[in-house]
């Protein structure tokens, strides 16, 4: 009797790293996210003038068991002036909950006037979802309850997305995940709503002289069951090479961006996220590096803002 309890508390414990993953972990919130623009909305493909591929990790929670640790590969391809395409690929793990999706996407750029686009992408998702239950601390290591893995097997989803965007201004909005999907081992079965929250985000790109810009963003993460995620994004630029930045979290976390640009080919940048808050000083500290290289350009004069450059 006292087994069972232990593996039903243990079973319990699993499901809700399971909930928390598929509602958080699955939309990476990275503080550098105009490098993780495919995975924030499917309709940034090919809103640049030249083809990109980046690498995206973070490392959350530093110094807990179990912290939650991203990464993330993509490719974003402008094809035609009105069309782009994209590729990713994003890991997650949570604790004893290990994700791993491969998404393809493509987006319709449409010009309004000669200042705005307006632009709607889809993302096609192949995912698998584990939670490996013989990771969790029990009673008895060897119980057969606890030894096998729980498991989505490969499982398809979809979002989609909208942006509207000039030389110098910017706004999106998101849904990544619309679907849900089952967990499933030989003796059990579990449904996990698995559907997305949605995604809002806007920004500037400004000059303040001529050596020095401004980019100011923000970006909301919202309907995934708790309360609203809110990051507030400021970024300098000096002379088109050297970004300085600082970034606040709603849920109490300031941190500090820096970045280097090296001939408008590659580029390399670092934040660290330092809570404000003493009670959470140790949950939410959190690094993050961002790498991209830039491909081929096209002919056609850039439309939309350095956001995303």
Known sequence: MKNKKIIGFS????????????????????????????????????ANDYSDISV??????????????TATISGNFHV???????ASIVADEVGPVQSTSV?????????????????????????NQNVMLSELQTTDPGDPDMVQNLTTGLSFNAGFGFLL?????????????????RFNRMDMSMYVDNKSGYISYAGADLKLSNRLDIRPSVMTMYGYGGPVNLDLNVILTANKLIDFG?????????GAIIGLNVK??????????????????????????????KLNKTNKKADSPRFFN
């Open 11 to 46: 079973f319990c414990l699993a499901m809700l790293a399971i909930s928390s993953a598929a509602n958080a972990q699955n939309d990476p919130s990275f503080k550098q996210y105009r490098f993780n623009a495919l995975t924030l909305n499917p309709a940034q493909a090919g």
């Open 56 to 69: 995206l990790g973070s490392q959350y929670w530093v110094g807990m068991p179990g912290a939650p640790q």
């Open 80 to 86: 035609f002036d009105n069309f782009g395409m994209g």
């Open 103 to 127: 998404n393809l996407v493509g987006a319709y750029h449409l010009k309004l006037n000669n200042n705005w686009k307006f632009s709607t992408g889809l993302k096609l998702s192949g995912i």
């Open 165 to 181: 965007y000039s030389k110098k201004f910017y706004v999106g909005f998101s849904k990544p995940r619309v679907t849900a999907f």
């Open 246 to 254: 600082a970034t606040y979290h709603l849920k109490g976390s300031l």
């Open 264 to 293: 408008d080919k590659l580029y390399i940048g670092y934040s660290y996220a330092y809570p404000v808050n003493k009670l959470n000083r140790v949950s939410v500290q959190s690094h993050e590096l961002a790498i991209r290289l």
